[in-house]
Every structure is written in structure tokens, then in C-alpha cells.
């Protein structure tokens, strides 16, 4: 059963060192989190199987990875610095500060309960900005971008003549962004500073439509493959006074997060905005000239953009979950193999000099191959449950007898069941258990 509380999560994530709090020693940095050895691995693995699926196992996608720094004429060109803003409010009564459009009743202080103590909206822009220079507000004025979409589209004829692709085809990126969010919260759902994988799909006008609902499905799909129950998942179009200025349609891949239906993902078409604004303020044309038909258009784009640490914490609440094992109640993080920080745990089931210098051959050779923890303190059950309570799929116990037979013991972490499997055939054994 997946987390019914948020505490279940966030609790496991900072004993076992998946995340931390920024600067926790110094009382904390408010929406700022650290990832640790395990976070930072998932991190990873979420990148890694979001590039799989979308630029490795096709031939219409390329990867770049874009400054974060831009100057002001970037933004001004997309529209974030005159469209990129929340409305606020303040209560004139206890002075606390709210977006307009996620208060439930917008009369009402959701803080001291005061009626009609609203300020008039304002917006607020969310972009980051600093100075690139050596002194203090004598350099240039730029942005931290706020997506890394920008830098995609300011590099189209650029990759479009490099790679040599035709449209239909894509521009990848995983990258970091940055949004002063008003209100941040619900642990790693919303920060400031986060890490987003976005695809900009360039098609001709024509195929937008049918891309767009491809793009839906596949991005659907790809939560399912990775272990999300479908049940937990739903794809929902925006209304129309939701949609961005860019948009002409978006749907959002909503997830059921314990405090109910959030996003997780939004695919949005954005028609040949992008491509025409940059081009009208750059001066470059920004265009495709399709030599079998004769025809030179500005094409329209698709755009799949996910958080991957939104991402990693619909994956943990997905894969939490609690049972029991010889009376003795465990923690378990049903993660896919593919997201597990850990693929394979050696224990040897002592730490005798007789045990290690085959422990350690045995981790050496899964290590070449895969992500392996090596754990020889405490029981033999508290290291199971360890290894359950992070994700790991398969554990390998190195015991007395594997010096004598030749074998070693790969333990189930989903159904606790164990083998014998002979030393020479392990890595065959783990590659087909774990997939890969």
C-alpha cells in the first residue's frame, strides 16, 4: 500500500539518508533540501531512465544541457518577465502573506480567520536575478532561468544543422531551474531551486495535434512502466483561463499525493510562439525550410516538462509501503529496480577474515556492472531489513558454505524468497531478475 501520510516518507527519507534539510545545522534554509548518498543515487536514476526512454531508445530526440545564467532579453522574448507572477495578497490583520489562487474561501485569513482583510492582489514575478560582473550592481543584469525550456529554443538552428534532424523531432535537456515560489511546501514537491527534464518536440503545423496526444499517452506510460499503479495516475486538460501564455492546450499527468491530486508532469502545446518571439527580437530566423515539399515554415512544438524531484517523491510515496515478516512489522520501498538506489546489497554473514576476501571479489564483480551496497554489520535479518527499507531489490549473502560449494544465497526483497545460486552464474542470475 503506498504512503497515506506524508510523514511516512519524509521520515525515512532523513533516517536513511535519501534527503536532508539545507543547513540543517544552522536551523534549516526554508524549501531547500540536501540530497544524500541514497537521494542523490535515485536522483540519478530518475534522470537517467527519463533520457533512456526519451533520447536513447529513439533516433528523433538529441540532448543538451544549456547555461542557467541568461540575459534579460531572453526573457523578455518568452514573456516570463511581464507574464511569469502569482497573485498575492496580505491580511491586514496578521500581516501573513498568500497566493489568491490557492486560497480555498477568498474572503477568509486561512491563518487568524479575519473576513474582508484582503489587500488587493499584486502579482509577483517569480524569476531569480543577479548581476554578472566583478562588482556588486555595476555588471550586467540576468536571470537564473525560471525552465530550461528557454535555452532549447534559442538553440534550435543550432542543433537543427548540427544533428541534421527534420521535424518531427525533439531537443532534450535535464537541468536545474529557479522560482521564487511564494509557497513552497509539501517536502520536495515544491522548492526553489529544482531540477527539471523537459523535451522541446518540433513538429510540422499540420502534426501537432496528433503529437499532442501522442506525447499525453507516452508520458502517461512512462510513470506506469517505472512502477506507479495507474490508478494513482489521471491526465487532466487544463481549463482555458489555467493555460499559459504560450499555450493553445496543456494537460497535466496528476498524481495522488496524500494530500490528494497534484501535478507531476505537464505536456503543453505550444504552438510556434517560442520559435516567432525570439526570432522577432533576436533579428535570426528561426524557421525550417522543407526541401521535399518546397515549403519553409516556423515549426510548432510539444513540450513534455517533468520535475525529476517531484518525480522521485511520486516514485517513494508510489513504492512505500508496511508488512509483516515472521511477526516482525517492516518498511518497504517497492521501488522498479531501474529507480533503486541500490540494485544488489553483498552482506557476508560474518565479518571473519575466512568470508571477506570473497564478499569483497563478489561485490566487485556486481560492481562493475551496477550500483551495489556492501553491509556486514549486525544480523543477518537487520541487514535485510535495511536493504528493504531503501529499495533494494536483491540481496547476496556470502555465507560459510559458499566456500565449500561454490555459491551464494540472492534474497527477493518483494516476496523475501531465497536460491542457491552458483558464484559463476550470478551476474547472469541478477541482470535477469533486475531487467538489465
Known amino acids: 500500500m503506498a504512503a497515506t501520510e506524508l510523514d511516512q516518507v519524509v521520515n525515512l527519507c532523513k533516517r536513511r539518508g535519501f534527503v536532508y534539510p539545507s543547513a540543517e545545522i544552522y536551523g534549516g534554509f526554508r524549501s531547500s533540501y540536501d540530497y544524500g548518498p541514497l537521494g542523490s543515487l535515485m536522483l540519478r536514476n530518475v534522470r537517467e531512465a527519463w533520457i533512456r526512454t526519451m533520447v536513447q531508445q529513439r533516433d528523433d530526440v538529441v ?111 535535464v537541468g536545474k531551474s529557479f522560482r521564487n515560489e511564494i509557497t513552497p511546501g509539501n517536502f520536495i514537491f515544491r522548492t526553489r531551486e529544482f531540477e527539471q527534464m523537459e523535451l522541446e518536440f518540433f513538429v510540422p503545423p499540420a502534426e501537432s495535434a496528433q503529437w499532442y496526444d501522442y506525447w499525453c499517452t ?140 570473497l564478499a569483497r571479489e563478489i561485490y566487485a564483480k556486481l560492481a562493475d556492472r551496477y550500483m551495489v551496497d556492501y553491509d556486514d554489520t549486525q544480523s543477518i535479518g537487520k541487514r535485510y531489513r535495511r536493504q528493504d527499507e531503501v529499495g533494494t531489490p536483491l540481496c547476496v549473502t556470502v555465507d560459510f558454505e559458499s566456500l565449500e560449494d561454490g555459491a551464494v544465497t540472492i534474497r527477493d526483497r518483494d516476496t523475501t524468497q531465497q536460491v542457491r545460486v552458483p558464484i559463476a552464474d550470478l551476474l547472469t542470475e541478477v541482470g535477469a531478475r533486475l531487467g538489465f
Open 63 to 173: 540532448l543538451i544541457d544549456a547555461a542557467i545564467l541568461a540575459p534579460p532579453q531572453v526573457f523578455e522574448a518568452s514573456g516570463h518577465l511581464a507574464n511569469f507572477s502569482d497573485p498575492l495578497v496580505d491580511c491586514t490583520k496578521c500581516k501573513q502573506r498568500f497566493r489568491e489562487d490557492h486560497l480555498i474561501d477568498p474572503t477568509t485569513c486561512p491563518n487568524c480567520g479575519a473576513v474582508g482583510s484582503f489587500t488587493e492582489a499584486r502579482a509577483f514575478n517569480l524569476m531569480f536575478k543577479t548581476y554578472a560582473g566583478p562588482v556588486e550592481g555595476q555588471g550586467a543584469e540576468v536571470y537564473m532561468r525560471p525552465e530550461t525550456a528557454q535555452g532549447m529554443f534559442v538553440n534550435f538552428l543550432n542543433v537543427q544543422q548540427t544533428s541534421r534532424k527534420k521535424p518531427p523531432f525533439g531537443i532534450a535537456q
Open 218 to 357: 507516452a508520458r502517461l506510460q512512462w510513470y506506469i512502466d517505472l512502477g506507479i499503479p495507474a490508478e494513482m495516475l489521471m491526465l487532466r486538460p487544463h481549463d482555458a483561463d489555467e493555460l499559459s501564455h504560450y499555450s493553445s492546450g496543456t494537460s497535466d499527468i496528476e498524481f495522488m499525493y496524500p494530500w490528494g491530486w497534484g501535478e507531476l508532469e505537464g505536456v503543453a502545446q505550444r504552438t510556434d510562439y517560442d520559435l516567432k518571439q525570439h526570432a522577432a527580437h533576436s533579428g535570426q530566423k528561426l524557421d525550417y525550410f522543407d526541401q521535399a515539399n518546397n515549403e519553409r515554415y516556423v515549426p510548432y512544438v510539444i513540450e513534455p516538462a517533468a520535475g525529476v524531484n517531484r518525480a522521485m517523491a511520486a516514485f517513494l510515496l508510489a513504492a512505500y509501503d508496511e508488512d509483516e515478516i515472521d511477526g516482525e512489522k517492516r518498511s518497504i520501498l517497492r521501488l522498479h529496480p531501474r529507480l533503486a538506489p541500490y540494485k544488489v546489497a553483498v552482506l557476508p554473514l560474518s565479518k571473519k577474515d575466512t568470508l571477506t576476501p
